[in-house]
């Protein structure tokens, strides 16, 4: 499905602007442009306010990136219980730092707060789905589901 | 004292939550059943007979706000559920829905029918997606047996965003936009969402609301603190033994929630601090742990109840490099809308990371001291207003450490 339909479908949806845009990442993992001009137009809102809200919360980037969103939990709580160790092994493992997409556009890594998930830290998600009690040890394996 | 009482728990475990039948065998939807042979206004008296406040953070009589909501003259109403559950260390809402979704939307029906509301929003955080089929599935099978009756409820995913858990916020985004606060008042029951009389309320508050219908206010306002009965859901975080979650009464001191319930700290190590009510909580050093979790006693010892994450720190941590990481938060989700917070919070983070990195002076503790002080009072929310609280309570009960890392 284009952009064009994803959108149409949330077009009688009051306020339903956030809701077609997790519809149109959930198959591009990015915002295009050409969406967001076209949400407004649907919304009939200015190009602007659409941008608002595109660059507003953070799950949605305006940016391309890998197909695979990898999270990583900095919230206090999985702070002190050795997140930064699981970012730099996935750094490792992926070439990529913080905030960048691998060259083969499989996979995004970004920081997120609190996911939830606190019974189990440190906590990463990829694509919303949470991985537990996460350590440098289990990343390989855990990727593989991925690749 | 010191033991569980499962309340909006009642059912975890014990149900399959995609089977509807299961909850209509303990007793389900009977409460909304009783809830419409009442007349308005005995049933909004009966709530706010029980002294049920607020779960979400800010304590308020649950009764009293419907009640203002039900005075509101409108064709529409709305009730909204508050499914943000955006407070670093908390999950509590997260359990409620993923074992018990019809308590709440039993709940929500019965504030529904209270003010006369007939369309119900969720705000389920974006971090939630698998909620969304469990809501979805059981709305579905409660529109099925027709218990809703005329009260439609619609699921609505938020994009990670902190604010947004701020009802007015909530609100703004809920209505398609960037979610900021707005200006207060009007007040969301009588202006809220598309600026009619709105409720907000948290998922754990709506899961006390049909218990309270079947066994009665004064059952429930009997349980645990007076002035804020009935039980709280803390979930505990850190250097603790049970790293999991309890449902006590709001009698409970914070001692029995970490030694008793929690197993106390981990690897045989000592207690440093703990930290309450989530990331904007105040840090409570050891005097202050025979405090009774409920609303009131935390504020008369400078913390909060929040939302019940309970953060436990043992001796070995370093406390400075914990509340810099929580400045980062707060620099990272202040909305931007108000000065005192964007400009604020970005200071306060920058002179964090300077002390935390040792190249801090006793003249920038006490410019942090000031200028937390300063956005308690002069930010327009509740994030900018509680933000610097880590930062205060850290300076006020461990000096030691700030100095420590001094030039
Ligand atoms: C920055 C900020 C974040 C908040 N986050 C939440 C939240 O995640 N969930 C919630 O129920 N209330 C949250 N609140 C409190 C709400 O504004 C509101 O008081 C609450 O939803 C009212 O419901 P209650 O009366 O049932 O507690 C937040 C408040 C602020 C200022
Ligand atoms: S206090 Fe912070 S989060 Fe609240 S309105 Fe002001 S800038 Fe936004
Ligand atoms: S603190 Fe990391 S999942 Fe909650």
Redesign the pocket.
Known sequence: MEYQDIIANYGDTPGGIIQAFHAVQKKFSYLPEDAIVEAAKVFKIPVADAYGVATFYSMFSIKARGQNVIRICESAPCHIHGAAEVVAALERELGVPMGESTGDGLFALEFTECVGQCQATPVITINGKPYFDVTPAKIPAILAGYR | MAEEMRIVLRNYGKINPLKIDEYINQGGYKSLEKARSMEQKALIEEIKKSNL????????N?GQ?WSFAYQAMSEQKYV?C??????PG?YK?RLIMENDPHTLLEGMAICGYAIGANKGYIYL?GEYPHLMDVLNTAIQQAGEKELLKDFAIEVRSGAGA?????????IESLEGKRGE?RFKPPYPPLEGLWNQPTI???????ANVAVILEKGAEWYASIGAPAYPGTKVFTLTGDVNNKTFFEVPTNTTIRELIFKLGGGIAGGKKFKAVQIG?T?GAFIPEELLDTPVAFDAMSAVGATLG?GAVFVLDESRDLVDVVTRIAGFFEH?SCGKCAPCREGTARVCEMMNKVNAGQGSAGDVSLLERLGRVMSYSCL???G??APAPVLTTIKHFKADYNAKLM
Do not use: H, M, W
């Not at chain 2, 508050?82 to 407070?87: L, Q, R, S, T, V």
């Open positions: 406040r607020g779960r979400g953070g800010a304590g308020f649950c706000k909204i508050n499914a943000d559950e955006g407070e908390t809402d955080r902190y604010v947004c858990g701020e009802e007015t916020a909530l606060p907000v309320n948290n998922v754990e508050t709506f989530g904007s939302s989700e929310c509740g994030l207003q509680a």
